[in-house]
């Protein structure tokens, strides 16, 4: 079992920057590979980013690429997603997630195990 618990929501004006936290408990956290999804109201949960846990291989959806980087501490067990030059289109609730199944892309949600409870992304025009 993982434990997933996120930070670093809140209220940011379009062009703004904000970094999101994710900390993992319950297992080897440096075995997981996480990832960064989001929801919009009346919207599926989409892909944001990934990172592998071997090789801390990025991958990004590219409704993001070029204004978010997704990075982990295994120290910390945490995992962050750093975004800039925000869109009001971004808000969103932000969810971390966390698998120890291989994958080569990881943009499905049916691909990880472990889901956090999310966090509030709402950026004002």
């Known amino acids: 079992q993982v434990q997933l618990v996120e930070s670093g929501g809140g209220l940011v004006q379009a062009g703004g920057s904000l970094r999101l936290s994710c900390v993992a408990s319950?297992?080897?956290?440096?075995?997981?590979?996480m990832g960064w999804f989001r929801q919009a109201p009346g919207k599926e949960r989409e892909f944001v980013a990934r990172?592998?846990?071997?090789?801390?291989?990025?991958y990004y959806a590219d409704s993001v690429k070029g204004r978010a980087t997704i990075s982990r501490d295994n120290a910390k067990n945490t995992v962050y997603l750093q975004m800039h030059s925000l869109k009001p289109e971004d808000t969103a609730v932000y969810y971390c997630?966390?698998?120890?199944?291989?994958?080569?892309?990881?943009?499905?949600?049916?691909?990880?195990?472990?889901w956090g409870q999310g966090t509030q992304v709402t950026v004002s025009s």
């Open positions: 997630a966390a698998t120890t199944r291989p994958m080569v892309f990881g943009t499905s949600t049916r691909q990880y195990d472990y």
């Open positions: 319950g297992r080897t956290f440096s075995d997981c590979n």
């Open positions: 990172i592998m846990w071997s090789s801390g291989g990025t």
